[in-house]
């Protein structure tokens, strides 16, 4: 009888789902942190995780596991070279949150531009006047650069598009023609794009150590432009960022997601008027937040099955088989 091991708090029908598949018994634990599901581990034969670390020691101390399912579609915190050498497969979820995050970054957008935050500050304090400081701006005619021109990615050129934008987008991945042909002006440098752009939107994976945009990338960057990351902590550099802002070499930023999470309470980013956070949440909706509990808890349910399709998993050549779909990915 599998044993699957529900670590972090996920929507009740994905929960409903396992708990009504025949032959499994359900361990779930609420608290999203490492400590409190690595006691469950010994016993698993299958993880469905939230974004807690999953380090080569917790998968050291799991000799059942046999499959994991990321309850999302990143995977920076688990070490899949770890899961290989077992031939263990990495699930994610799939096209079930680029709508939301891709609202979420057009939130930040409009947000930074008309200074929402800001002004609803002043107007409770008493400051109706503050509405002629004229502090706020448009996105209409504006030139929106997107890196990382994914499910994501493309869903918020859409967006951009009706709302009047110009979009360019950078994809080392991708060639002009399919960039083109998804309704974006293809950019092949990524420095000529953010010199162009009146606002960027990062969508791309943490690769390396090295942030995507660093000091030398914010000097070419407009005083006037505004940085949104709704990807991964990591890709901006914060320090460099804060001064920027701090200095007017920069209008605004939007971050979801932050190189420290939860940040500490002295952290500089805190107290940056020019900032608007949010606490990791884009693509924690009602909504896609059932999708992602069902995908994952769907994929554990497919693997036992032999089912499970094959464009799901992240490590899929480095497993063996005969628990994949027949299905080409």
């Known amino acids: 009888m599998p044993r699957i091991l529900v670590a972090g708090k996920i929507h009740p029908d994905g ?3 396992l708990h009504a598949a025949p032959g499994m018994t359900v361990d779930y634990v609420e608290e999203v942190s490492a400590a409190s599901y690595e006691p469950y581990l010994p016993t698993a034969d299958a993880l469905l995780i939230r974004t807690q670390q999953l380090t080569a020691g917790f998968i050291a101390v799991a000799p059942h596991l046999k499959i994991v399912s990321r309850h999302g579609v990143g995977y920076d915190s688990v070490d ?4 290989n ?5 990495l699930a994610i979820v799939g096209d079930v949150n680029s709508r939301a995050v891709a609202e979420h970054a057009v939130m930040l957008m409009l947000s930074a531009a008309r200074r929402t935050v800001l002004f609803d500050r002043k107007m409770r304090a008493g400051d109706w006047n503050y509405r002629n400081s004229l502090d ?7 030139t929106l650069l997107i890196a990382g021109f994914g499910r994501i990615g493309r869903r918020l050129a859409q967006i951009a598009t009706a709302l009047g934008m110009v979009v360019l987008a950078y994809d080392k991945f991708q060639g002009p023609a399919e960039i083109a042909a998804a309704g974006a002006s293809p950019v092949e440098d990524l420095l000529d794009g953010l010199s162009r752009a009146d606002v960027v939107s990062l969508h791309v994976p943490k690769s390396g150590t ?3 945009v660093g000091a030398a990338e914010l000097a070419v960057m407009k005083r006037s432009a505004i940085l949104i990351n709704t990807a991964r902590g990591g890709l901006i550099d914060e320090r460099a960022l804060i001064t920027a802002l ?6 605004a930023a939007g971050l979801d997601v932050l190189d420290s999470e939860p940040p500490a309470s002295n952290d500089p980013i805190l107290s940056c008027e020019r900032v608007i956070l949010s606490p990791h949440n884009a693509g924690l909706t009602q909504a896609c937040a059932r999708r992602m509990a069902i995908a994952a808890a769907e994929n554990i349910l497919d693997y036992f099955k032999g089912t499970l399709d094959p464009a799901l998993v992240v490590n899929r050549t480095d497993i063996a088989p005969q628990h994949l779909s027949s299905v080409s990915a």
Not at 85 to 89: E, H, K, L
Not at 136 to 142: H, I, M, V, Y
């Open 15 to 17: 929960l409903a789902i």
């Open 80 to 83: 899949v070279a770890a899961l």
């Open 85 to 89: 050498s077992r031939g263990i497969p």
């Open 136 to 142: 706020a701006d448009e996105l209409d005619g504006r």
């Open 210 to 212: 090295e942030p995507l």
């Open 246 to 251: 701090n200095e007017g070499r920069l209008a």
